[in-house]
């Protein structure tokens, strides 16, 4: 499984980060997001179907989506207070937010009777028993109040309390007033507790169903947050669980973002997967990294029951999904980049071992060593996932391991720009002007196609020293 850097790098947080919640359970969800193992694909598939019903919602009736958003804001977690109902007598505080919390249930579950039929794992219900208990006099106002209606000697001790008050405006405080106070006051905060304790004890029958309504609170909160991001970013619902391995379009919204701050858009990426190795292929700084980057951010939101950022999707369901880039978090100390990299490498091919729906993915795998032995490792790593048939993307500019692929993908970068226009464009408008020349797009081409020769092309736009380029040999 990815690692925080990673996470950030594929652009995970961004998406996480761009959920629009409401409730601290919807958020904890967020923070949390839970990844659908091969024996959940019916969980995951009702989750899909909860989005899509938001999504079909929201465009249906955006005022009545808007107005319960609005009845969830002032959600508080009260989690802690309904679990300690079995343990303690709750204080005035948080039996004030209990109450505040079973009045906003009043108010939530109008608003779900017809939205909440199409929902599966999301029932959310009023509690009118439960309210009044921690509202006798039935006023339903949003304050919290020992009422005298429960406990005749609590009602006594006040009035008797509020005698000597007014003894006390009217003739001094003197000390024979101020015992007396202190004395009621006592038995004021006895008495209290006791009630307290009996309302407590009453409300233990309801915590169960406390708890699941909070739970349904969160399932909904996040659901309909991915749903609202789904409908923004026009992504889709992707069909997880059988055996295709299909995301046509992908885009990324971070890499998008970046873009579109230097006056650049995001080209699609398109990946069709079989079992064993596909390579992708094509020069440093030609999109490789990206389109990996965004393969595995798309395949981590289908598995965490989001809709992705494509035009069409078909995922099998998968056990795990690993990356090994240069964004690897590496707290082995005293190791090499490069020894730290196979050390990962070989705790994710000894944990995946004997599972073949695992989805491997190497940006640029051995680069950390010499081009000789970097090609041969690599080589390597392409004929064991060929072997052990699971899922495995591998971006390299190294030669000779396309050759094992089961699908060879390349980016075309400069291969179709014109040198001569290049170099004049370069000369006006600076190295950044390559960006515009660069075909980012991947195509599928034969196993036997070598990398693209993008750096000799590279090297002669920007007009390198004639003395050198006419020394370099391709072929040594």
Sequence with gaps: MFDGNQLNSIGFRFVMDNI???????????????FYGQDEKNALKDEQRNIAELMDEVGKDPDGINELMRLLMPIKDIRRSVESLNLRTLTEVELFE???????????????????????GIDIKAMPKALD??????TRSPSFYVSDRLSEKLGRIRRERREVDDRMKKDGATDELMACRTQLAAQEEEENARVRADMCDSLKAYRDDMMSNIRSI??????????????????VIPNVGGERFVIED??????????????RSFVPVSLELSRGSVVVTGANMGGKSIAIKTLALNTMLAMCGFAVFAGNAEIPMLDDVFILSEDREDAMSGLS???????????????TEGKRNVLVLLDEFARGTNPHEGAAIVR???????????????????????????RHYQVAGLRNADVGVLRSKIGSGGADMLAEFMDYGLYEVDPSEEPPRDAVTIIHALGVCDEFTELIDIET
């Design 250 to 263: 992908m885009t990324n919204p971070r890499f998008s973002s970046m873009l579109r701050e230097k006056g």
């Design 218 to 235: 969160g399932r909904l909160d996040f659901a309909l947050g991915k749903a609202r991001l789904a409908l923004k970013y026009n992504a």
């Design 133 to 138: 208990l921690t509202d006798p006099d039935g």
């Design 20 to 34: 629009e919640l409401l409730t601290p359970y919807g958020e904890e969800l967020a923070r949390h997001p839970h």
């Design 98 to 120: 209990i109450k505040r919390f079973l009045l906003q249930l009043e108010l939530i579950a109008p608003k779900m009777r017809g939205i909440g039929e199409k929902l599966n």
């Design 380 to 406: 390597a790593a392409a004929t064991l996932f060929n072997n052990r048939g699971s899922y495995a993307v591998i971006a390299t500019h190294f030669d000779g391991v396309a050759k094992l692929a089961i």
């Design 337 to 351: 980049s490069f020894g730290g990299e196979m050390k990962a490498f070989d705790d994710m091919l000894r944990g």
